[in-house]
């Protein structure tokens, strides 16, 4: 890669997962600093995307976008972005709360995984009309929120126009990056947003869920190779093309 590139990967299930795959990557990726910026978009929140850090091979990053898109924070510093949380127009928690909480189907995540502009639910083997079924009650009752389901399991309501997809564009707008040097990396549903931005280019890991792996465009890449193994092979193949 001649130009600097901004990668934005999700953590769990993508670059993590394969512990030797991980030491490979990041022995690429040290290699190439100068021509590569990282940036982390995780459903769990900065504190603990930091443990991640301190504890695996995950190298430090420029940014670390959690909360599946409604938080973004520069890497060492503990209070977010407020820039992003201003465009969060319409969001009434406790009502979104409220509509919830009439379906049996859902059950509240842990406190640990809520936040004021992310709340988080189970719900198992949830089908298509459930949730567009929810997006409608949402939008009938007026709440600007957006429903993003992935894993079969994993059910997060957010303010309108929040997700991996619009934060990375954010940060990479905030970084100075063009769009077409973005490359977006995820393996769940709530990393489809980020593969549905104009001009990004993608990696989809070998091990992941079905949502993503119809994803058919020049853009999107699809590895061979799981976790961070995949990640590999699809930053090789986006570098040798990017280098002509």
């Known amino acids: ?57 995950l190298p430090e990053p420029s940014a670390v976008i959690g909360g599946v898109g409604t938080d973004v924070h520069i890497f060492g510093k503990d209070t977010p972005l ?49 949730i567009e079924h929810l997006q409608h009650q949402l939008e009938h009752r007026g709440y600007l929120a957006n429903v993003v389901y992935s894993s079969q399991r994993d059910l997060d309501v957010l303010p309108r126009g929040a997700n991996k997809g619009t934060a990375a564009a954010f940060i990479a707008r905030h970084l100075e990056f063009a769009a077409e040097d973005v490359i977006v990396c ?12 104009p001009q990004f280019r993608g990696i989809v890991v070998a091990n992941a869920h079905p949502e993503l792996k119809a994803l058919k465009s020049p853009r999107v890449y699809h590895a061979l190779r ?15 093309l990017l280098e002509g």
């Open 82 to 130: 407020e820039d992003w949380h201003y465009s969060f127009n319409g969001w009434d928690p406790a009502g979104v709360r409220a509509v919830l909480a009439a379906h049996p189907e859902l059950q509240p995540q842990p406190d640990h995984l809520q936040s004021r502009h992310k709340l988080s639910y189970y719900g198992y083997d949830l089908p298509p009309e459930f």
């Open 1 to 57: 890669m001649d130009r600097t590139n901004l990668v934005v990967s999700d953590v769990d299930g993508t670059l993590l997962g394969d512990d030797a795959a991980l030491a490979e990557l990041r022995n690429w990726y040290d290699q190439r600093r100068d021509r590569l910026k990282l940036v982390y978009s995780s459903g769990r929140f900065y504190q603990s995307v930091l443990e991640s850090i301190r504890t695996t091979l």
């Open 186 to 197: 995820g393996d769940s549903g709530n990393d489809l947003a980020m593969f549905q931005q």
């Open 226 to 240: 799981p976790y961070a193994g995949g990640v590999l092979v699809g930053l090789q193949h986006w570098s040798s």
